[in-house]
Each structure stands twice: as C-alpha cells, then as structure tokens.
C-alpha cells in the first residue's frame, strides 16, 4: 500500500509555487523516488476521471507507447497538427524545467493560474484520494484539454502501456516506438516481457503503429493486434527513407512511401540518428489520421516537422547549446539510447571530447557504461533528485569500466569545469539522464 504524506499547507489559497510544492510532495513521484512511487493500474485513474465527470471521453486523441522515441514521435505529430489548424493538446512526460511543460495546447504550455485554481478548488478531494503524482497530472491533462475544447490531444505514456494512468482512452490511432531494455524490474527482463506491457494500448478495432519491427517483439504485437482484431501497421513496411544527413541540428532524409518518392529532402528539426526510426512511425500514424478524415496535407507535414521545436517548445534531442566548443545535449538515458548517441558522436569532428555524466539508480549502469566512449575525459556528477546515483558510485564503476574522469559536486560544476578545459575545437557533451539535461537548460 502506498503511504501518502500530506504536508500542513494552509489550504486558504495556495499560489503556484505552493501548488506546486503540494503537488510533488503529496503524491508519490516516479521521476524522484523511482519504484516506491510506482503504483500500476486503472482503478484510481478511472475513479478519478469519473470525479472529474469522465472528461477523457470527450476528447479525440493518439495514445503514443514505447521505450525510447516517444517524446520525440509526440512532439512531431503535434507540430504537424497544429500545423494543419487543429488546436491540439500535448501530453509528455517527465518536465525538463517546469511543471507546465507537461500539458501543451498549440505549443502553449498550461498557466500557473490554471494549475492553481484546479488544485485549489478540488483541495479537499486531493488531500483524501490515494494516488500518484502521474494519475493527479494524467486527469488534469484530461480536464484541462476537455475544458479547452481541444480537436485532438496527443497523449504519451509515462511507465509501459497496460496498466498506465494514461490507458484509460480509447484513441484514434496508437503508436508504438521503439522497444528496448529499459525499467525492467517494473516492465519485465526481456522484450518480449516489454513489449507485452507496451501492447497493452492496443485496443479493439483501433489501428496500431509499430515503428520499429524486432524479432524478439514482433509476435507480441501481433498476436495482440488479432486478439483485439486491429490493424496492425509497421512503418518500415510503408516508408523508406533515403539519403539521410544532418544539417545545422536537423535531421534530413527523402521519404519514400511504398517505393515512390513522396517528400524530397524532408527536414526534421530534431537531430540523431534515433530520428529515422521515429520519423517512419510518425509518418505512418499520419497517414492513418488522414485516411481517418484528418486533413493534414503534404505541406503540413513538411513544416511541422521543420518547425517542431519552435511550435512544440521540445528540448534536449540532441539539442546543440553552444558552438566554438560546441556544447550539446540529449535526454538519452537507457542502453538503447546511449548507443545511439555513442554512434552519432563519433561522426563528429572535434578535438578533445569532454562528458558531463549522471545517472539515476534503476538503470543497468555498467551496461550504459561499457557503451560509452572510451577517448573522452568525463566529469561525473549527479542530478539534484532522490533517486540519482551517487556520483561516486557512478565514478568507481565508470573506473573499473575504462572511462577517464573526475568527480564533480553538481551538474553546474561539471559543466563549468568541462568548458574551463575545452577549446574551441572541443566537443562537450552532456547527458545520462533526463534530469542531468534539465539542469542544465
């Protein structure tokens, strides 16, 4: 059972940092106390939709599973929509800086005003329901992008599928993206394991996107898109991309939709080779909203994806900080991630490569480790979060593992003792983890 600490706030009219403050501390959150505050299934979420007059139910939505691409593939289907002239919601998941980037419409992201009020008029009913701090936020998302009248929401999961807060809508289309080792001692040691667990948004009769096809997790997919008789659609089936580069940050590719060349030189405002996989299962989930009614046009896709970051407001994909020495960042923070990165990195032309690093407890840490380039000096740090591991932990393995580093007190502080050693021509990255990249931007 979960214990829920109510702190002794005066409950007259809290202002948004005291909302904000009851909120993180009243409910048990993933993002800083890991597995205690993981409290899987529909029950409290679905009572909680009911308080709150099923508000779910009146909004048409794209429900997003996966273990790696999901914020990306979210943000790239919004820009594209609002592109198109839907006003369209945004549900993500965990912030970078603060609260309110969790819940978009249009790129906006919610006021503080709004978040005030909601908590303060349903005060009472908060302080006597036992939930986590996602099922809180996954309702109010619901409630803000019912009120606001939204035309479609896309919607991300916060933990697996099956049993998360957000799997309580029944959507246009689901996405599932890429699925690799990542929270396994909640989700399961295998993929196959994961998979199940990410499947679990598949619904009866509403067609699913499978961005990535994998031996290990492709009869998962399939045996539950017959179960609940659903078209099942992989991306690389449909789209082929082409002579793919990068340029100024962006990741640019020809599209090619069952062999005919459907965009030349499709420009996709987020960086990383990881993008060609989110970029196929994006298109194809397009396509199945098109062939739904949506009427979202070539153009539209053309400068919602250009224009993403702009009209999303996403950060820390591959996002360059600084050049002369380029300074650059990504969330990545599980095996499948940091190969990537590692991949990309080593495309770069630098001098000397300097890595500002932290992690969180419930990773494979020595498998992320044995990922990581070798000829780099790292500044290992820690994430100012309970569930962050200890720097020196993260040292002592990163040791024994062949990196090169120091300690660092604080991300701040490795960051400046990264940019004091590097020239002009120097390469610093920073990563390991979502909350490390938050610090820092």
């Known amino acids: 059972m979960l214990q829920i600490f109510i702190p002794s706030y005066t409950y007259s009219k809290m202002d948004y940092k005291e909302t904000i403050n009851f909120l993180f501390n009243s409910f048990p959150m993933f993002e800083k106390m890991g597995g205690d505050a993981y409290n899987p299934g529909l029950a409290r979420t679905e009572e909680l939709c009911a308080h709150f007059g099923n508000p779910h139910t009146t909004i048409k939505t794209v429900h997003i599973a996966g273990t790696n ?40 992201e919610i006021s503080e005003e709004a978040i005030t009020d909601f908590v303060n008029q349903h005060l009472d009913f908060f302080k006597n329901f036992k939930a986590s701090f996602f099922e809180i936020t996954t309702v109010m998302a619901f409630y803000f992008f019912a009120k606001e009248k939204v035309d479609i929401t896309i919607i991300e999961t916060g933990l697996g599928g099956r049993l998360d807060s ?3 809508i029944i959507p246009e289309v689901a996405l599932i993206t890429n699925i690799s080792l990542d929270h396994t001692q909640y989700l399961g040691n295998t993929l196959e394991k994961i998979a199940y667990e990410k499947a679990g948004i598949i619904k009866v009769q509403i067609p699913v996107v499978i961005s990535e096809r994998h031996e290990d997790t492709s009869a998962v997919f399939e045996l539950t898109a017959r179960l609940k008789n659903t078209p099942l659609i992989y991306a690389e089936d449909l789209y082929i991309l082409k002579n793919n580069f990068f340029s100024e940050g962006k990741f640019i590719t020809d599209s090619y939709y069952k062999n005919l060349l459907q965009f030349k030189e499709l420009q996709c405002g987020l960086g990383g080779f990881y993008q060609e996989k989110n970029v196929k299962g994006v298109l194809a989930t397009l396509d199945i909203l098109i062939k739904k009614g949506w009427a979202i046009k070539p153009e539209h896709i053309r400068k919602g994806f250009s224009e993403v970051v702009t009209l999303t407001g996403l950060k820390g994909r591959w996002q360059i900080l600084q050049h002369h020495p380029m300074i650059l960042c990504d969330t990545a923070h599980n095996e499948a991630g940091i190969n990537y990165i590692t991949t990309q990195l080593n495309t770069l032309s ?91 931007i």
């Open 69 to 108: 691409g999901k914020g990306s593939s979210s943000h790239l289907i919004a820009a594209v929509l609002q592109t198109a002239g839907f006003k369209t919601g945004l549900y993500t998941s965990p912030h970078l800086k603060e609260f309110t980037e969790r819940i978009k419409i249009n790129g906006k």
């Open 350 to 440: 630098y001098q000397n490569l300097y890595v500002v690093l932290g992690m969180v407890k419930d990773k494979d840490i020595d498998k992320i480790l044995s990922l990581l380039p070798i000829n780099a000096w790292y500044f290992f740090t820690q994430p100012s979060i309970p569930r962050a591991l200890d720097k020196e932990v993260l040292f002592e393995k990163a040791i024994k593992a062949g990196l090169k580093g120091e300690l660092a007190e604080n991300v701040q502080e490795a960051l400046t003792k990264a940019k004091l050693r590097a020239n002009k021509d120097d390469l610093i990255y920073i990563g390991g983890s979502t909350f490390v990249v938050a610090e820092i």
């Open 166 to 168: 957000t799997n309580v």
